[in-house]
């Protein structure tokens, strides 16, 4: 009888931003990932009296880091009645994923996210700063460049996993990445950030190093960073109104969607550093200042898809990939 490790992925109940954890059960080859259990008391989802907190595995994928037939499982969380955790986000997006399904809702989402060396970005002087912001962005050089070695196995175990994963590039703060994962669906793309990112813990750890979704990683003159979320429905993909439709539809949620949009925002969006403040809303063509950007090419092509920039890269995908499907599609 042959056995493979399943490693099971999770989200936990820590405030105000979830975590990531995981755990390895042993299953015989052939068989599928069961449904599994953890201590919810050490994960801030149970109290100690009543611990017992119910995974079940939603999508399971190809372990790059331990090869052969061994599988990473993402899990939601269910209480013991089997239904959904509080903290399980999964099952709400689901819902309205299916609700507006003949929309066929496409995501594309930009995550940023910046690698430490203990309290400090990788490759940063342990005194001091590096040169201010300029050269950094897609830059190429020792001098520039923070980190590549992890970048690299990082997307190559993204697509061993047979993630979306669509592009990375080295971002305008030193030592600031970006992955992007989509256009596929709400559910498919916020699960597969979540695998994105736990395989970026994963593999930076390999190397030493550890990787931060914090918004604003360091204070002053720094880019932050976000998780620019771009998205379409078949009727943007077809035409242009519909995409004005879905930029003034955001903006009349906008005071709905900003608390959801990762703790700290009000670091991040100050109106500099390529943000449009959080207490208002604009959007514009090219305007990477707006809360909303329509890339130039689509105003060109009369259809596609708009990015909106307002995401920090601490956000839960299942959030606000449910807030931006139930905002737009209510009024497309
Ligand atoms: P930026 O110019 O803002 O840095 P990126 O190239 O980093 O843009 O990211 C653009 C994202 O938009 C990618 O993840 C891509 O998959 C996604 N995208 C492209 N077309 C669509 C579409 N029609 N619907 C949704 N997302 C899309
Ligand atoms: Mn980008
Ligand atoms: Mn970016
Ligand atoms: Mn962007």
Redesign the pocket.
Known sequence: MGLYKAEYIWIDGAEPTPKLRSKTKIVETGKEPPIWGFDGSSTNQAVGHASDCVLKPVRVVPDPVRGGDNKLVMCEVLLTDMTPHPTNTRAALVEVAKKFEKYEM?????QEYTFMDGVKPLGWPSNGFPAPQFGYYCGVGADEVFGRDIVEDHLEACLEAGLMI??I?AEVMPAQW?F????CGPVQCSDDLWLARWLLYRIAEEHGASATLSPKPVKGDWNGAGA?T???TKQ??ESYDPCVAAAKALGEQHALHIPHYGHGIEERLTGKHETCSYKEFKYGVSD?GASV?I?WQVAQDKK??I?D?RPCANIDPYTVTRLITNTVCSKL
Do not use: K
């Open positions: 496409w995501f594309g989402i930009e669509a592009g590039n970006e992007q994962i989509g256009p620019h771009n998205f379409s943007m993909r990477r950007r890339p596609g898809y990015e920039r």
